[in-house]
């Protein structure tokens, strides 16, 4: 891999790397933050998921995690949101195509020669990460919207892989809003059932780990009753037994602002599970 940025940055480094990814078959950038304390030995990792329309450089320039990173002394990763390049299918609307790969592996054509953001997330970037930097096999993996669906799908669907999950404003039922909708149905087929293994509200019946989530939500979040929806995840979780801490916050909206307001509490979240 080759890094193409290299920031200082609460004393330590904002990194942007740039490599060949096997599973999705193009090439990808993903930002990765390095405390101070990474000169020293290894480290653990937590990995954020994106949003719709964001590249790996929406979370490294507007969350300001990197204070808090390089306080606990943990490794931030943050990867783009979905295949890259112009031989990768897309379509029109931010919702579907790229920026929008909803962590998800397709199987329809032309999304699954080249959608397998989950395989890439939980898998191939990982190995990566962990021999060619300073990073250990110690996870915990959060995010937002999209990638708040796309970090609670994959630490249910992985038990025993991640120490910690968390997300801001999560699609907690992406089978029963219009943004899920729209890409289970492209990426995924009209099978309904299919869809099912992707859709936190629907694997929280079925989790072998009961990892505790934590959720904030904005109460005045533009998306809210329409594509969000954490009543279903606070229904869902209380059938299940599945602990669960549902913060709604008020006055807070769906913005980056949001997430830099609490993305602290996160951390010293992920830090609690990655260091004891
Ligand atoms: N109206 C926007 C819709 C896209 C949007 O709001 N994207 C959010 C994530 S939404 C769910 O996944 C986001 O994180 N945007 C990037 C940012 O830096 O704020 C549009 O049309 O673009």
């Not at 942007?16 to 020293?40: I, W």
């Not at 994106?50 to 990763?77: D, M, P, W």
């Amino acid at each position: 891999m080759e890094r193409i940025e290299h920031r200082a940055s609460s004393g330590g480094w904002q990194d942007v790397y740039r490599h060949e990814s096997k599973v999705l078959g193009c090439t990808m950038n993903f930002a990765a933050y390095l405390p101070p304390q990474a000169k020293d030995g290894k480290l653990p990792v937590v990995y954020w998921l994106s949003g719709l329309t964001c590249t790996e450089q929406n979370f490294i320039t507007k969350a300001g995690a990197q204070r808090y990173a390089a306080e606990h002394g943990i490794i931030v990763v943050a990867p783009d949101t979905s295949p890259r390049g112009d031989d990768v299918a897309d379509a029109e609307g931010y919702d579907i195509g790229k920026g929008a790969g909803f962590y998800v592996n397709a199987t329809q054509a032309p999304w699954s020669r080249n959608y397998r953001m989950f395989d890439y997330v939980v898998d191939e970037l990982p190995a990566l990460v962990e021999s060619e930097l300073p990073a250990s096999d110690r996870r915990s993996i959060f995010g937002h919207s999209m990638g708040g669906h796309g970090a609670l799908v994959i630490a249910l669907r992985n038990p025993g892989r991640y120490r910690s999950v968390s997300a801001f404003s999560p699609i907690v039922a992406p089978s029963h809003v219009p943004w899920g909708q729209k890409a289970f149905g492209a990426y995924l087929g009209d099978d309904r059932e299919a869809w099912k293994a992707w859709d936190t509200v629907e694997l929280l019946g079925t989790a072998k780990e009961k990892l505790p989530l934590l959720v904030d939500q904005g109460d005045a979040d533009e998306f809210l009753g329409r594509e969000l929806k954490p009543e279903l995840l606070q229904a869902a979780a209380e059938k299940a037994g599945h602990p669960l801490t549902l913060r709604m916050q008020p006055g807070y909206d769906h913005s980056y602002y949001f997430i830099a307001s609490f993305v602290g509490d996160h951390l010293a979240h992920h830090a609690r599970a990655l260091l004891r």
